[in-house]
């Protein structure tokens, strides 16, 4: 079990670019210290999802093409393992064996995940995080809309940013019916640690989205916006200019940000929108992907930073960490995030949550001396969940973090 955790914490040497001289350093950082493992770490219950069998006679059986595309919405249920709408042209293929399996699979994977995490984060966000802010901002965060969502239900405009790549926007009606099945494990492949761990193995993400015909961060997006109870109305293509003007992506385009924005509806109606960037948050991309201009027209916004491989401890990381500071009106996060050190008591309310025993033994540089006193004197709450590396709900930790200064426009209580 070593191996899971040593594989799932060379997230470090995987946000940025090989050419990157940042980038460099921080693969053979992690390089070396990925080799010290976690003896302790050992997961879940939930199954390596890969319960598919070949494709047989059912799943080469020809259906007739459909003149009429598939909406946005029944392709992300059906990427999800849920039914379409009845009228949609994919309904046909929800009779192969192959998807009952991978609805199946879902079922029971998300189901567990509801159960042993999100319903407890939903319960714990409601009763600690009373104001909200319209923009919310995961950096480090890959497709991780699910736990963005359980955290920040409320927020307006979702900001979520990564080296992970964004894909295409899902046409299954377009690809050949044998190339469905493996595509669709190579999606459950993908979510293995998430839906065990709480984050995302990126070394192993970065293949899995990069092969198969449903690559990319896009098709992540649709199951978990699916499986979060939320409806798609609209997904499109975007990249970012240096000043952070959104305009639309394509062949051709030169951007550092590359994205993908989602409109969405919660249950009771309400129009949210999603954003994913594929670019380079260290010193040398950042400041020019655009990324930081387009963050900051949004105003002050809700921070959420977990199992960032403690990339916000590097001088190389300090421009995405001097933003966050001075336009987050709060900041969400666990020990791999800014250090306690950086947060200004005068201008911070910190509350910590849960309890610190220090990084996993991959990272023992990025011990806290002085979080670990901050939960010692600041009367920690229990949390009853877990994230991050440590993510054992008795092993986990969070830190709030709320501007005290923060203009209190445009925030709204907690429902």
């Given at each position: 079990?070593?191996?899971?955790?040593?594989?799932?914490l060379?997230a470090?040497?995987?946000?940025?670019?090989?050419?990157?001289p940042?980038?460099?350093?921080?693969?053979?950082?992690?390089?070396?210290?990925?080799?010290?493992?976690?003896?302790?770490?050992?997961?879940?219950?939930?199954?390596?999802?890969?319960?598919?069998?070949?494709p047989?006679?059912?799943?080469?059986?020809?259906?007739?093409?459909?003149?009429?595309?598939?909406?946005?919405?029944?392709?992300?249920?059906?990427?999800?393992?849920?039914?379409?709408?009845?009228?949609?042209?994919?309904?046909?293929?929800?009779?192969?064996?192959?998807?009952?399996?991978?609805?199946?699979?879902?079922?029971?994977?998300?189901?567990?995940?509801?159960?042993?995490?999100?319903?407890?984060?939903?319960?714990?966000?409601?009763?600690?995080?009373?104001?909200?802010?319209?923009?919310?901002?995961?950096m480090?965060?890959?497709?991780?809309?699910?736990?963005?969502?359980?955290?920040?239900p409320?927020?307006?405009?979702?900001?979520?940013?990564?080296?992970?790549?964004?894909?295409?926007?899902?046409d299954?009606?377009?690809?050949?019916?044998?190339?469905?099945?493996?595509?669709?494990?190579?999606?459950?492949?993908?979510?293995?640690?998430?839906?065990?761990?709480?984050?995302?193995?990126?070394?192993?993400?970065?293949?899995?989205?990069?092969?198969?015909?449903?690559?990319?961060?896009?098709?992540?997006?649709?199951?978990?916006l699916?499986?979060?109870?939320?409806?798609?109305?609209?997904?499109?293509?975007?990249?970012?200019?240096?000043?952070?003007?959104?305009?639309?992506?394509?062949?051709?385009?030169?951007?550092?940000?590359?994205?993908?924005?989602?409109?969405?509806?919660?249950?009771?109606?309400?129009?949210?929108?999603?954003y994913?960037?594929?670019?380079?948050?260290?010193?040398?991309?950042?400041?020019?992907?655009?990324?930081?201009?387009?963050?900051?027209?949004?105003?002050?916004?809700?921070?959420?930073?977990?199992?960032?491989s403690?990339?916000?401890?590097?001088?190389?990381?300090?421009?995405?960490?001097?933003f966050?500071?001075?336009?987050?009106?709060s900041?969400?996060?666990?020990?791999?995030?800014?250090?306690?050190?950086?947060?200004?008591?005068?201008?911070?309310?910190?509350?910590?949550?849960?309890?610190?025993?220090?990084?996993?033994?991959?990272?023992?540089?990025?011990?806290?001396?002085?979080?670990?006193?901050?939960?010692?004197?600041?009367?920690?709450?229990?949390?009853?969940?877990?994230?991050?590396?440590?993510?054992?709900?008795?092993?986990?930790?969070?830190?709030?973090a709320?501007?005290?200064?923060a203009?209190?426009?445009g925030?709204?209580?907690?429902?």
């Amino acid at each position: 079990m070593a191996r899971i955790i040593q594989a799932a914490l060379l997230a470090t040497s995987l946000l940025l670019p090989a050419s990157s001289p940042a980038g460099s350093v921080e693969r053979a950082r992690t390089d070396r210290l990925a080799q010290a493992g976690d003896d302790n770490a050992a997961p879940r219950a939930w199954p390596d999802p890969r319960p598919f069998a070949a494709p047989g006679q059912n799943a080469r059986r020809t259906v007739a093409r459909p003149t009429a595309p598939a909406s946005a919405d029944d392709t992300a249920r059906f990427l999800a393992g849920m039914q379409p709408s009845a009228a949609s042209p994919l309904a046909a293929f929800t009779r192969d064996q192959s998807w009952l399996q991978h609805a199946g699979f879902f079922d029971r994977a998300f189901g567990a995940l509801d159960r042993t995490q999100l319903a407890k984060i939903r319960a714990w966000s409601g009763a600690q995080l009373r104001t909200r802010r319209p923009a919310m901002f995961y950096m480090f965060s890959g497709p991780d809309f699910l736990y963005a969502d359980a955290f920040f239900p409320a927020a307006s405009t979702y900001v979520l940013a990564g080296l992970e790549p964004v894909g295409q926007i899902p046409d299954v009606l377009n690809m050949p019916r044998a190339s469905i099945a493996p595509s669709l494990q190579n999606i459950a492949g993908s979510l293995h640690t998430i839906l065990n761990f709480s984050f995302f193995k990126t070394h192993n993400m970065r293949m899995e989205l990069n092969s198969g015909r449903l690559g990319g961060t896009v098709p992540i997006l649709y199951v978990f916006l699916a499986r979060a109870g939320k409806t798609v109305r609209d997904a499109a293509l975007v990249a970012l200019d240096q000043d952070g003007v959104e305009k639309p992506d394509g062949p051709g385009v030169k951007s550092a940000a590359h994205g993908v924005k989602i409109v969405f509806t919660d249950q009771d109606g309400r129009t949210q929108t999603l954003y994913y960037f594929s670019t380079n948050l260290a010193n040398d991309g950042v400041g020019n992907s655009g990324i930081l201009k387009f963050c900051e027209r949004l105003g002050a916004g809700d921070s959420l930073i977990k199992s960032a491989s403690y990339l916000l401890h590097s001088g190389k990381f300090s421009k995405i960490r001097d933003f966050l500071l001075a336009h987050s009106a709060s900041i969400l996060q666990d020990d791999s995030g800014i250090p306690v050190s950086d947060f200004d008591r005068k201008k911070w309310q910190l509350q910590p949550f849960g309890q610190y025993l220090g990084p996993v033994n991959v990272f023992p540089q990025n011990y806290q001396p002085r979080l670990r006193e901050l939960f010692q004197k600041a009367n920690p709450i229990p949390m009853g969940f877990g994230v991050g590396y440590r993510w054992r709900p008795q092993e986990s930790n969070l830190l709030l973090a709320v501007r005290k200064d923060a203009d209190t426009a445009g925030a709204a209580a907690a429902p």
